[in-house]
């Protein structure tokens, strides 16, 4: 029952606001700020796939609101609350420099996940992506030590000596750039595992 009213509320206010948008252009962002929860709802409840088509349909309707940025980020999230993380990532590096603060911290969420899925050479493109494109950012040091392990799973997994000289650059990176952070001590021992490995080789 609720999910069928949630529903007759979208199209009242998706009808609403098409119809007063040619008199009134904040009235876009003014619907939109009221259809955005009913998508938490439906992503609270797992039901991606409806918050995705209301996502679909603010686009569709008010595509020059200045909220667009935004319900075009909530999408891209949406495709990764559903495991999508290859078309996650093409939308969030759309948005990269219009939403830098969301994306970013969406990118770091994005790697660790696909880490923690042990899907090591997606998580190097969205952290290469992420050095490249926030170079400043505090979270660097993090991106460096996981990018040095992701590369160095690989080469577990499938070898190629060049993997383990790109994660003792990494390494190093790490250490010179940021010699008081807290993960140097991790650093190191990565290092020392790095050249253990190397010399078994």
Known sequence: MGSRVNRILEKLFLALGA???LCLGSVSDDIIRELLPMADIYENRA?????????????????DA????????????????????????RRYKELSQTLPTDVSSALLTMGA????????NEAVEVYSFFRETYPT???IPFVLFNLAQCK???????GGKKLLDEAI???????????????????FDELRYIWQISYME
């Open 19 to 21: 119809s007063l948008q």
């Open 47 to 63: 039901c991606y796939r409806k918050a995705l088509e209301l996502y679909e349909r603010i686009l569709e309707n008010y595509p």
């Open 66 to 89: 200045t909220l667009i940025p935004l319900v075009k980020f909530r999408l891209a999230k949406n495709y990764q609350l559903q495991g999508k993380y290859e078309e996650a990532f």
């Open 113 to 120: 996940d696909l880490m923690t899925l042990k899907r090591y």
């Open 137 to 139: 950012n505090e979270a």
């Open 152 to 158: 160095v799973y690989i080469y577990l997994d499938k």
């Open 169 to 187: 650059d990494h390494l190093e990176t790490l250490i010179i750039n940021f010699p008081s952070h807290y993960l140097i001590p991790s650093a």
